[in-house]
């Protein structure tokens, strides 16, 4: 399989980031040989560090943790019976100075997320005869998030503060502050914040390919895929979710036609390749979390919902220069992704909520460029030069232009044995 999609979503109160990543080979109509076992070795690396936002511009995916916080924010965080003294003089205090106690600025949460991904895939294929294979694909994650936050005092928050002269109000003001995204989650039913490293299973494909069509020089491939809904799903009480899957099934289908040719005044082969594919995601239910008003990334409302992944298209168009058979084979390819919004339907709240839910997290699409190295031993094997045959490949995928959709380049390696 030419593409394993990444799922990666940054969760900011169900504010999730599309999984469209850069596809990791050249699309070609290849098919294993009738008898032939190929075992394969996959590795996946990248890092989540920037996405395209609605309008296209690039930025942190921490962005949306970095939120300005009111006074008002910060009285209603004092809610216990011990803060009732500290709430009545700072709300007194502040209105003396003339600041607005539900309106004024008390600072902003200031965050950094960085999150790497390695994807270590074992796969094994099998040729049923001499135009049809299928494959069987396991990825297994191994997840690193970094997540750092502080407290950004503003102006009004630095004059209240020089201006207390009790030193035990100071500090139970200045915990407050920096405690203030802590406390705001706690309240919500959100897990705290916190850096992790894991490693689980993520979806399970089975893969179906068969060529249609073959004469001298075209060639029509038709592909199929089915995954399993085997990794982790997204945790609603998670901000920064990174989950090994969707948690429903998808079939994915397509199409890739080639065309192979010579280089005027050599030998060298090149072939041409267009591709055209569909995946259906399948509707299921899930526990979101439904936004309380209009762009509310924070919710305190969770619901198991009915839930639509958008469909995904990918079109895309490539080309491969040398003998994929025997030595050294230069590729890239041009590809674009579009995927339709998700669609929730519950019972708890109006139909207004959902429809904020799904604006929240909108459609997306990427355009992207892979670049690709491949190295066969077929030839040289069967000139009795080599004493396995194998394929060894290395490609770059990278994000061009796109829409709420990660920014990540990926780095890939395989090993692909004979037998």
């Not at 936004?291 to 995904?312: A, F, H, T, Y």
């Not at 990427?366 to 077929?378: L, V």
Request: net charge negative; glycine share 8%; hydrophobic share 35%.
């Amino acid at each position: 399989m030419a593409k394993c999609v990444i799922l990666i979503f940054v969760l900011l109160g169900d504010l999730a980031m599309a999984g469209l990543t850069a596809p990791t080979d050249v699309e070609t109509t290849g098919t294993l040989p009738k008898g032939i076992i190929s075992p394969r070795y996959r590795q996946y690396v990248t890092t989540i560090n920037e996405r395209f936002g609605e309008n296209g511009t690039v930025a942190p995916v921490a962005q949306a943790i970095n939120q300005k916080i009111s006074w008002g924010q910060v009285l209603t965080n004092l809610n216990q019976p011990e803060d009732a003294y500290m709430k009545s003089k700072l709300d007194a205090s502040l209105k003396a100075m003339g600041y607005n106690t539900k309106t004024g600025l008390a600072g902003a949460i200031s965050a950094d997320v960085k999150v790497g991904v390695d994807i270590k895939t074992p796969l094994i294929g099998y040729g049923i005869n001499d135009t049809t294979s299928v494959a069987l694909i396991v990825p297994v994650y191994t997840v690193n998030t970094s997540v750092a936050s502080s407290f950004v005092a503003s102006a009004e928050s630095m004059n209240w503060y020089n201006s207390q002269t009790s030193a035990q109000a100071k500090q139970a003001f200045k915990q407050q502050l920096e405690g203030v995204l802590t406390s705001t989650l706690n309240s919500m039913g959100y897990d705290p914040l916190a850096s992790e490293e894991f490693t689980a299973i993520g979806d399970i494909y089975f893969v179906l390919k068969q060529q249609i069509y073959e004469d001298e020089r075209h060639s029509v491939l038709w592909k199929n895929y089915i995954i399993a809904p085997t990794g982790i799903a997204p945790n609603p009480d998670k901000i920064v979710d990174v989950p090994t899957g969707d948690g429903q099934w998808d079939y994915q289908t397509g199409f890739v036609y080639q065309f192979d040719s010579i280089i005027p005044a050599s030998t060298i082969p090149i072939s041409y390749a267009l591709n055209a594919t569909y995946q259906y995601q399948v509707a299921d239910h899930i526990e979101k979390r439904i936004p309380v008003e209009e762009g509310s990334i924070l919710s305190p409302n969770k619901e198991n919902v009915r839930r639509k992944l958008g469909d995904v298209i990918w079109l895309g168009g490539g080309l491969e220069v040398g003998k994929s058979g025997d030595g050294s084979v230069f590729g890239v390819s041009y590809d674009y992704q579009y995927a339709y919004a998700n669609q929730y339907a519950g019972t708890a709240f109006d139909r207004q909520n959902y429809n904020w839910l799904e604006n929240l997290e909108g459609d997306s699409e990427m355009t992207s460029a892979t670049f690709k190295y491949s190295y066969s031993t077929i030839g040289a094997f069967r000139r009795k030069k080599f004493k396995v045959p194998a394929t060894f490949l290395l490609t770059y995928g990278m994000p061009i232009s796109g829409r709420n959709a990660n920014k990540s380049d990926i780095y890939y390696g395989e090993a692909i044995f004979y037998f």
